[in-house]
């Protein structure tokens, strides 16, 4: 029965496990159709299906929100010490420097605007990544998706990134100015009609470009190198088929996997990350000129610290929405593996 499913899941390599049966059902086994029941009734909904979307996207605000507001502190001293450098230097003066001249509780300052705004990008960002993944696997057919599957998870991430970006942007604008703009507002009952005032509509997405700069490679980079480290690690490390695993020894995997993607993640975007944060610090300034005012060496500040800020949060936001998916029964195909039909082509049968 447990070969029989790994057939359906696998038929098409992204897209519905269960969808072949509604689409060609008078070509469908016997024993197919046995899988899919025994897979209804395994699962809470259809891979693909409105619930299996919405579920994804409370995953996805679980995730972004949680981890993000997590570390708020070391998002505040890495914002200082890019838009000044010789006041907050390194990660240990920065923290030292901002508790001595707030205390221990300006170090939570812009966690409203931060719980709020990525919950709202973590919806978009993983709902809409199982959307377009699916969607373009469909548009490409079954063995272009696995040819291809890296370009396709690259292709349906930063489309997934291109609209929670436009969720994000408003309360990334107010979390920034709260952060590095001592006296401006503290909190985001304040801050929000501060901007809306002052700068008006535009003043919310003055950044969004940027943002997209910074945001659009990061979210390539963690969805793109996750599946294909998720995968590397089973074919490769784990000394035992993803099937024969238990759920928290494929949790494992999932938060290991999520952490070297997160590393990779704060290097493709901190440039990006730097010019936002500056960005949104000097009132009237544009893209251009805070890259040329920055230099090179400049945008690179605050690394360190968001390395680990990074791996920590991308691993733990992997390891909440899969445990989400777990939670709520929700259909998780294994890692990819080239149809039979390629194998054919290919002379490997």
């Avoid at 503290?186 to 940027?210: A, N, Q």
């Avoid at 793109?224 to 695993?245: D, G, I, M, N, Q």
């Avoid at 238990?246 to 730097?274: M, N, R």
């Avoid at 944060?277 to 009132?283: F, G, V």
Wanted: glycine share 8%.
């Amino acid at each position: 029965m447990s070969n029989s499913l790994d057939v359906v899941c696998r038929r098409n390599v992204f897209s519905n496990p269960f969808y072949t049966k509604a689409r060609c059902e008078s070509s469908v086994s016997p024993t197919r159709t046995i899988a899919a029941a025994a897979a209804s009734e395994e699962y809470s909904c259809e891979y693909g299906s409105g619930k299996f979307y919405a579920l994804c996207g409370l995953g996805g605000l679980l995730s972004c929100g949680i981890t993000h507001t997590a570390v708020v502190p070391l998002d505040l001293v890495k914002c200082r010490i890019q838009v000044d450098a010789a006041k907050y230097g390194g990660i240990v003066k920065g923290f030292r420097v901002t508790i001595a001249e707030e205390g221990v509780r300006g170090l939570s300052k812009g966690w409203a605007p931060t719980f709020f705004g990525y919950s709202m990008q973590g919806v978009c960002k993983f709902g809409f990544y199982e959307v377009f993944k699916i969607f373009y696997s469909d548009l490409l057919g079954e063995e272009n998706s696995y040819l291809w599957r890296t370009s396709l998870y690259l292709a349906a991430s930063a489309s997934a990134e291109f609209f929670a970006d436009i969720a994000l942007c408003p309360m990334e604008a107010v979390k920034v100015r709260i952060q590095t703009q001592p006296g401006w507002s503290t909190t985001l009952r304040e801050g929000f009609p501060r901007i809306f005032k002052d700068e008006g509509l535009s003043g919310f997405y003055k950044g969004l470009v940027p943002l997209w700069a910074r945001q659009i490679p990061y979210t390539m980079m963690k969805f793109a190198c996750f599946e294909r480290t998720v995968e590397a690690l089973y074919k490769f490390v784990v000394p035992k088929p993803r099937s024969e695993c238990t759920k928290a020894e494929q949790l494992v995997v999932t938060f290991a996997a999520g952490y070297i993607a997160g590393v990779f993640c704060a290097i493709v975007s901190h440039p990006a990350d730097t010019i936002v944060s500056k960005l949104n610090q000097k009132k009237g300034s544009n893209f251009v000129d805070v890259a040329k005012s920055l230099g090179l060496l400049g945008m690179w500040k605050g690394l360190f610290p968001r390395i680990i800020m990074i791996g920590t949060l991308t691993a733990l936001q992997w390891f909440i929405y899969d445990s989400v998916k777990v939670a709520f029964r929700l259909p998780r195909p294994p890692p990819p593996e080239m149809p039979e039909s390629l194998k054919r082509k290919l002379g490997l049968n």
